[in-house]
């Protein structure tokens, strides 16, 4: 749920950003071009790529980290550098071509991409192929369905989409949104949130959040949005590049991700391997959540599609679509905003 906090924060400084990616301009890479020339017998120079996560390493970063550990991204030429995010969000570097790659969610990355704001980012591919959010509560206390969530304490980070998303499903359950307690709260620790009854109910995405509650024995009900409503099955996360440097350096950006894609699908085919090349990065996380996440997750990348990243242009536009119509955003969106396929391997 962090991503939410990220939409006011994207905005107000989008236009900095801007500013920023002009400078940026001229420093674009160009060595996959100029290696092609190289005659000197020479060591090809590889295509520097700085990719900016959206949070702290987890595992929907797995196969990032796979395509760096099994030498995916070095065999196509590339020396990618992972760095952490700045507390504006992954848009921010990437629109100014601070980093040319990075992860962030169809919903939050909406004033980057519309309005007189917008910053030359978009996605290029989805790292999980269906929204996995929703909502998590104790076993027993009624919020198995939207409905319950009635007199319930919601933990809530009082954004338009969040509370416009929150109010649809209770409705269409036959509830009464305006009966439900939206508490102020940061939640960073969902099982001792829902233990000490601070809230009754959070939004998580269950492939860390959901499997961290089964990892703690804990008992939940959840209901997931996708489930309620298809337009809620928009995509979260997805990878953004900066649109400028892409059309540069086309090869560059269809060779990044062709190894991503092998990083991704070694983690489908290989969970428990895959598991343990993210703890190798990220030696703080928890070894057990890690692996069950991964276990889960290994479903979820790919799903039920053949083609790797792949952005289904009804899902997304349906989503924009109804922000629109919610009026949860000014601008007009149009259609096909903020996303293309064109680099994705086959």
Same mark, same amino acid.
């Given at each position: 749920?962090?991503?939410?906090?990220?939409?006011?924060?994207?905005?107000?400084?989008?236009?900095?950003?801007?500013?920023?990616?002009?400078?940026?301009?001229?420093?674009?890479?160009?060595?996959?071009?100029?290696?092609?020339?190289?005659?000197?017998?020479?060591?090809?120079?590889?295509?520097?790529?700085?990719?900016?996560?959206?949070?702290?390493?987890?595992?929907?970063?797995?196969?990032?980290?796979?395509?760096?550990?099994?030498?995916?991204?070095?065999?196509?030429?590339?020396?990618?550098? #992972?760095?952490?995010?700045?507390? +504006?969000?992954?848009?921010?570097?990437?629109?100014?071509?601070?980093?040319?790659?990075?992860?962030?969610?169809?919903?939050?990355?909406?004033?980057?991409?519309?309005?007189?704001?917008?910053?030359?980012?978009?996605?290029?591919?989805?790292?999980?192929?269906?929204?996995?959010?929703?909502?998590?509560?104790?076993?027993?206390?009624?919020?198995?369905?939207?409905?319950?969530?009635?007199?319930?304490?919601?933990?809530?980070? +009082?954004?338009?989409?969040?509370?416009?998303?929150?109010?649809?499903? #209770?409705?269409?359950?036959?509830?009464?949104?305006?009966?439900?307690?939206?508490?102020?709260?940061?939640?960073?620790?969902?099982?001792?949130?829902?233990?000490?009854?601070?809230?009754?109910?959070?939004?998580?995405?269950?492939?860390?959040?959901?499997?961290?509650?089964?990892?703690?024995?804990?008992?939940?009900?959840?209901?997931?949005?996708?489930?309620?409503?298809?337009?809620?099955?928009?995509?979260?996360?997805?990878?953004?590049?900066?649109?400028?440097?892409?059309?540069?350096?086309?090869?560059?950006?269809?060779?990044?991700?062709?190894?991503?894609?092998?990083?991704?699908?070694?983690?489908?085919?290989?969970? +428990?391997?895959?598991?343990?090349?993210?703890?190798?990065?990220?030696?703080?996380?928890?070894?057990?959540?890690?692996?069950?996440?991964?276990?889960?997750?290994?479903?979820?990348?790919?799903?039920?599609?053949?083609?790797?990243?792949?952005?289904?242009?009804?899902?997304?536009?349906?989503?924009?679509?109804?922000?629109?119509?919610?009026?949860?955003?000014?601008?007009?969106?149009? +259609?096909?905003?903020?996303?293309?396929?064109?680099?994705?391997?086959?």
């Amino acid at each position: 749920m962090k991503k939410f906090k990220k939409i006011i924060a994207v905005l107000l400084t989008a236009a900095l950003a801007l500013g920023i990616a002009a400078g940026c301009a001229a420093n674009k890479t160009e060595n996959s071009n100029s290696s092609n020339n190289d005659t000197s017998g020479k060591p090809a120079e590889k295509t520097k790529i700085t990719f900016v996560l959206d949070w702290t390493p987890n595992t929907n970063h797995t196969g990032l980290y796979v395509a760096q550990d099994k030498g995916y991204f070095s065999e196509a030429g590339l020396e990618v550098e #992972i760095v952490q995010p700045p507390e +504006d969000g992954a848009e921010m570097l990437v629109g100014a071509n601070k980093a040319q790659f990075g992860v962030s969610f169809q919903d939050s990355m909406l004033p980057a991409v519309v309005g007189d704001n917008k910053m030359p980012i978009e996605a290029v591919a989805a790292l999980v192929q269906h929204n996995t959010s929703g909502i998590i509560s104790l076993k027993g206390k009624g919020m198995d369905k939207p409905k319950g969530m009635e007199g319930k304490k919601y933990a809530t980070w +009082d954004l338009p989409i969040e509370k416009a998303t929150l109010k649809q499903v #209770i409705e269409a359950d036959g509830g009464d949104f305006s009966k439900v307690q939206l508490i102020p709260s940061t939640v960073t620790d969902e099982v001792s949130a829902l233990q000490s009854g601070a809230v009754d109910a959070i939004w998580i995405f269950y492939g860390w959040a959901g499997v961290a509650t089964e990892v703690a024995g804990l008992e939940t009900d959840y209901f997931a949005f996708k489930d309620i409503d298809s337009v809620f099955d928009y995509y979260t996360p997805v990878v953004i590049g900066n649109t400028d440097w892409m059309k540069a350096n086309p090869e560059a950006a269809k060779a990044f991700l062709s190894a991503l894609k092998k990083g991704y699908e070694f983690a489908v085919d290989n969970p +428990d391997e895959a598991a343990e090349i993210l703890l190798k990065n990220a030696p703080e996380l928890d070894e057990k959540l890690v692996k069950a996440s991964q276990k889960y997750l290994s479903k979820e990348y790919k799903a039920e599609v053949a083609q790797w990243g792949y952005i289904a242009p009804e899902r997304w536009n349906a989503f924009y679509r109804w922000v629109s119509d919610n009026k949860l955003f000014t601008a007009d969106i149009p +259609d096909n905003t903020g996303f293309s396929n064109e680099y994705l391997p086959e």
